[in-house]
């Protein structure tokens, strides 16, 4: 295999930029099936359901409903607190991957809530169906499908944020703006 001369790999800067970018799209097309079907499943599902057990076992010293809340309060906290390592190290990019899987829990998340009267949902070591216990304890038991959509509807407010977020941190530029890969020049000193 021989190489033309006068191509030229792209800058080191410019490849990861474009790695950034595809990933982005990746993520814009699976978060899509994903809110189009959240009670699919997903592969982040095994990495959310030890996370979610945890949170029991983290907000079980506050009291039964904090408990019983916690699973899902870790769900979110978990990824907002890498969104927010991501931020303070300047890295917008990987902080709108962290920002998608909160969305894609709050898919996960919704699913759940829905089936609190329903009740059919198989549950990790059997016991109580945690939004059942929460929206019964708060006598909000009959709406669970309408918070269920809520839950929905804030995965894809979060993931439409994501994919923006993504692509700006990616390309610099906004939705309407061409992309461009060029490396950023120095400003020049007068």
Same mark, same amino acid.
Request: no cysteine; net charge negative.
């Given at each position: ?5 006068t ?6 800067a ?5 790695l950034?970018?595809?990933?982005t799209?990746v993520?814009?097309a699976?978060g899509l099936a994903i809110? *189009?079907?959240?009670? &699919?499943?997903?592969?982040?599902d095994n990495v959310d ?5 945890t949170?029991?076992?983290v907000f079980a010293p ?6 019983? $809340?916690g &699973? ?5 906290i978990?990824?907002? $607190? ?6 303070r190290r300047k ?5 709108? @991957?962290?920002l998608w ?5 709050f898919w996960? !998340? ?6 609190? *009267?329903?009740?059919?949902l198989?549950?990790?070591?059997? &016991? ?5 216990y929460?929206? &019964? ?7 669970d499908?309408r !918070?269920? *959509?809520g839950l929905?509807?804030?995965g @894809? @407010?979060?993931? @439409?944020?994501?994919i923006?977020?993504g692509l700006w941190?990616?390309t610099?530029?906004t939705a309407?703006?061409?992309l461009?890969?060029a490396e950023?020049t120095a400003? *020049?000193e007068?």
């Amino acid at each position: 295999m021989t190489t033309n001369p006068t191509e030229t790999a792209p800058p080191p800067a410019a490849a990861g930029r474009y790695l950034r970018l595809a990933f982005t799209i990746v993520l814009a097309a699976y978060g899509l099936a994903i809110a *189009r079907h959240p009670d &699919g499943g997903s592969l982040m599902d095994n990495v959310d359901l030890p996370i979610h057990e945890t949170g029991h076992l983290v907000f079980a010293p506050f009291g039964e409903f904090l408990g019983f $809340a916690g &699973g899902t309060l870790f769900q979110l906290i978990m990824p907002a $607190a890498f969104v927010a390592y991501f931020l303070r190290r300047k890295d917008r990019h990987s902080a709108s @991957v962290a920002l998608w899987w909160i969305a894609q829990n709050f898919w996960n !998340i919704s699913v759940y809530a829905a089936d609190a *009267r329903a009740q059919e949902l198989p549950l990790v070591g059997g &016991g109580e169906h945690d939004w059942a216990y929460l929206l &019964g304890a708060l006598h909000w038991l009959p709406y669970d499908q309408r !918070i269920a *959509r809520g839950l929905w509807t804030t995965g @894809v @407010v979060i993931y @439409v944020a994501a994919i923006i977020g993504g692509l700006w941190a990616v390309t610099g530029t906004t939705a309407a703006a061409p992309l461009s890969f060029a490396e950023p020049t120095a400003p *020049r000193e007068e």
